[in-house]
C-alpha cells in the first residue's frame, strides 16, 4: 500500500463518484488515490456541495479495502483520516483541532472536510471511499459554508497539491496500520484529545433549545455525549445536535 497508485484528473464530477466507479469495475487497489484539479459536483456532508477553486486545493479520495473492519465501527475510519489530516496540519499551523464528527478546523473556521463512503458485505466493510478536501491555495471562497479557510491564507505560504496529498496518504497509512492492528484506545484517545472544544462548558443547540453542556465523551458508534450541568449524560448522533 505505501507505493500508492496516484490518478491525476483535470475536471471531474467528483473525485468520490470516481473511486467508487473504480471499485464497481474492480479496477482499483488498495490505496489507489485520486486527485483532480476541479470537481463539478464536489460533494459535501448531507446535501452540500464542496466549493473549491480551480487548480488551488486538495480533492482527494482514496480506496482502502477494510474488510477486517466491523460495519458497526465504521466511524473509526473516520476517525483515522481526522487524526491525519490534523498530523499533517500541525506541522504547518496551531489551533487546529476536530469539529465532531469529523471537520477540521483551525481556531475558527473549517479548513477540511472529510466525506467517506463505505461499502458493506455481510458484517464487515469490503470498501471505503475516503474523501478530503483541503483548502491549500484559496483566497476568495464564495460559497455560504460557514467560515472556510485555506492553510495558504494562514501561513502566507504556497502549497504543492501533489506534495501535500503524498505526506497526508502517509499519514492515513499510518493511522491505517493502527487501526489493522487494533490499537483501537490510541486512535481514541487521540481523537478524543483533538476534538474542538473538548474542554469547558459551550452552548449547544438541539433544534431550537440552546443549553450548555460539555463534551463528555464519543460513543462507540460515533455519537457526542455530551454532560449538562445536572450531571445528566445525553447522547447524540451527527445532525441531531450543533454548535452554537
Ligand atoms: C464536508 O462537507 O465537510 C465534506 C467535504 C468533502 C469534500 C471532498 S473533496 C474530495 C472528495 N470528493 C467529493 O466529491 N467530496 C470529497
Redo the contacts with the bound molecule.
Keep these: 500500500m505505501s507505493d500508492s497508485k496516484y490518478i491525476i484528473l483535470n475536471e471531474i464530477e467528483?473525485?468520490?463518484?470516481y473511486a467508487n466507479q473504480l471499485i464497481l469495475s474492480n479496477a482499483a487497489e488498495e490505496g489507489t488515490v485520486v486527485l483532480a484539479h476541479y470537481?463539478i459536483?464536489?460533494?459535501?456532508?448531507?446535501k452540500?456541495n464542496?466549493e473549491?477553486e480551480y487548480g488551488k486545493n486538495l480533492?482527494?479520495?482514496l480506496v482502502m479495502f477494510p474488510k477486517f473492519l466491523p460495519a458497526e465501527n465504521q466511524f473509526m475510519i473516520s476517525k483515522v483520516v481526522s487524526i491525519a489530516l490534523i498530523e499533517f496540519l500541525k506541522n504547518e499551523t496551531e489551533l487546529v483541532s476536530i469539529k465532531w464528527p469529523?471537520?477540521i478546523y483551525v481556531d475558527d473556521r473549517?479548513i477540511a472536510?472529510?466525506?467517506i463512503e463505505n461499502s458493506v458485505k455481510g458484517q464487515n466493510l469490503s470498501s471505503s471511499v475516503l474523501?478530503?478536501?483541503l483548502n491549500l491555495n484559496q483566497q476568495f471562497f464564495m460559497s455560504d459554508a460557514p467560515n472556510p479557510v485555506s492553510l495558504g491564507q494562514i501561513t502566507g505560504k504556497n502549497y504543492k497539491i501533489e506534495r501535500v496529498a503524498k505526506i497526508v496518504v502517509e499519514c492515513i497509512q499510518k493511522w491505517y496500520v493502527k487501526l489493522k492492528e487494533n490499537q483501537l484506545s490510541e486512535i481514541n484517545n487521540n481523537y478524543f484529545s483533538l476534538l474542538y472544544r473538548c474542554k469547558g462548558w459551550w452552548n449547544f443547540r438541539e433544534r431550537d433549545k440552546v443549553f450548555e453542556a460539555r463534551i463528555a465523551g464519543i460513543g462507540e458508534f460515533g455519537q457526542l455525549m455530551l454532560e449538562l450541568h445536572t450531571g445528566e449524560r445525553k447522547e447524540f448522533t451527527f445532525k441531531e445536535i450543533e454548535f452554537v
Design positions: 467528483s473525485t468520490n463518484n470537481q459536483k464536489g460533494k459535501g456532508q448531507g452540500n464542496w473549491s480533492l482527494m479520495s469529523n471537520d473549517k472536510g472529510i466525506l474523501g478530503i478536501g
